[in-house]
C-alpha cells in the first residue's frame, strides 16, 4: 500500500485556483518533513514546496506568492493550495515524505502516484 496518496489535481483556468491533498496513513506524520513535487511533459521532477516537522516552510521561485503549503498532523493530511495559476504550473504534482529534511531536493523516500494538474491559458 503507497504510503502517501494525492488528490485534489484536475483543470483549471488561468488565473484560477486549485487545493491539492495528500494522505499519509500509514506514517506516523509528525515525524515527517513533507513536500509537493511536479513534473511538467519532459522536465524533471521539480520541488516546489516543502514543509518540516514542527511546520518550517520553503518555495520555489515560481510559485511563491501564489502557492501554500500546510500540515494537519490531527488528521495525517498535507495541502497545497494554489492560487493565480498559470499555464505553466501544469504537471502532474506529487507529495513526497521523509524523515531527512530534503527541502526542496528530489530525495525523499516515499512518493505518491501524484495527480495531474491542467492550466488552461
Known amino acids: 500500500q503507497v504510503p502517501v496518496v494525492e488528490s485534489g489535481g484536475g483543470l483549471a483556468q488561468a488565473g484560477g485556483s486549485l487545493r491539492l491533498s495528500c494522505t499519509a496513513g500509514?506514517?506516523?506524520?509528525?515525524?515527517?518533513?513533507m513536500g509537493w513535487f511536479r513534473q511538467a511533459p519532459g522536465k524533471g521532477r521539480e520541488g516546489i514546496a516543502v514543509?518540516?516537522?514542527?511546520?518550517?516552510?520553503d518555495y520555489a521561485l515560481s510559485v511563491k506568492g501564489r502557492f501554500t503549503i500546510s500540515r494537519d498532523n490531527a488528521n495525517n493530511i498535507l495541502y497545497l493550495q494554489m492560487n493565480s495559476l498559470k499555464a505553466e504550473d501544469t504537471g502532474m504534482y506529487y507529495c513526497?515524505?521523509?524523515?531527512?529534511?530534503?527541502?526542496?531536493?528530489?530525495?525523499?523516500?516515499?512518493w505518491g502516484q501524484g495527480t495531474q494538474v491542467t492550466v488552461s491559458s
Open positions: 514543509i518540516g516537522r514542527v511546520g518550517a516552510t
Open positions: 513526497a515524505a521523509d524523515r531527512v529534511d530534503w527541502r526542496l531536493l528530489p530525495r525523499y523516500n516515499y
Open positions: 500509514e506514517l506516523t506524520f509528525d515525524d515527517y518533513g
